[in-house]
């Protein structure tokens, strides 16, 4: 609902995006380790639209997430380091 919302918000103020085809948002390419993963769809005007319609739409929807309140979580991920000479057995 909220990436559709920021979609169809921002279509007559993002250059190049357009409304129709109406843009989607699905479960995909789903689950990861700490994330919800999905794919929006929109259609621009031209090839070259896309990036800065990405941009801007991505901008748009980072700042929602944070009016409402939801977080992204940070990955943190512990790595051993051995020097060459270290004992191997345990």
Do not use: N, W, Y
Request: net charge positive; glycine share 10%.
């Amino acid at each position: 609902r909220l990436l559709i919302e920021e979609a169809t918000g921002a279509v007559g103020e993002v250059a190049g995006l357009m409304a129709t085809p109406s843009p989607s948002a699905r479960l995909i390419p789903g689950f990861g380790d700490f994330s919800l993963d999905f794919t929006l769809s929109c259609q621009v005007a031209s090839f070259t639209d896309q990036f800065a319609v990405q941009h801007e739409l991505r901008k748009r929807i980072l700042r929602r997430l944070g009016v409402e309140g939801i977080r992204i979580p940070v990955q943190v991920r512990a790595a051993e380091l051995r020097s060459a000479g270290a004992d191997r057995s345990g």
